[in-house]
């Protein structure tokens, strides 16, 4: 029977955190993407199906994800998405940690 001190010596928690944090990365630029074509497709009455705090967050965080990349013909759309739906300017939400891990 092994010991306690056995059972996790090949235990790595930095590398499970690294795994966790590629896998957040990896879905928050899928639903970047994914929200995206949402949004160039069906234009903003695709953002009718959550409320508008969320829809506002999302927008804001998409646009700061497409800032980051430099994908700025995303960043229009977005934008002007924004602009027609709430009045205003968008502001971004730039997730440093997403990129920095």
């Not at 994908?71 to 920095?100: F, G, H, V």
């Amino acid at each position: 029977m092994m010991n306690d001190r056995e059972d996790f010596e090949d235990f790595e928690p930095i590398g499970i955190l690294d795994d966790l944090i590629q896998t957040q990365r990896r879905r928050f630029i899928e639903g970047c993407e994914e929200g995206y074509e949402l949004l160039r497709v069906n234009g903003q009455e695709c953002l009718s199906v959550v409320s508008e705090s969320q829809a506002r967050e999302a927008l804001q965080r998409m646009i700061g994800h497409f800032e980051h990349t430099e994908e700025y013909e995303k960043c229009t759309l977005i934008a002007k998405i924004y602009k027609e739906r709430y009045k205003e300017k968008i502001t971004p939400i730039i997730s440093e940690n997403i990129y920095n891990g």
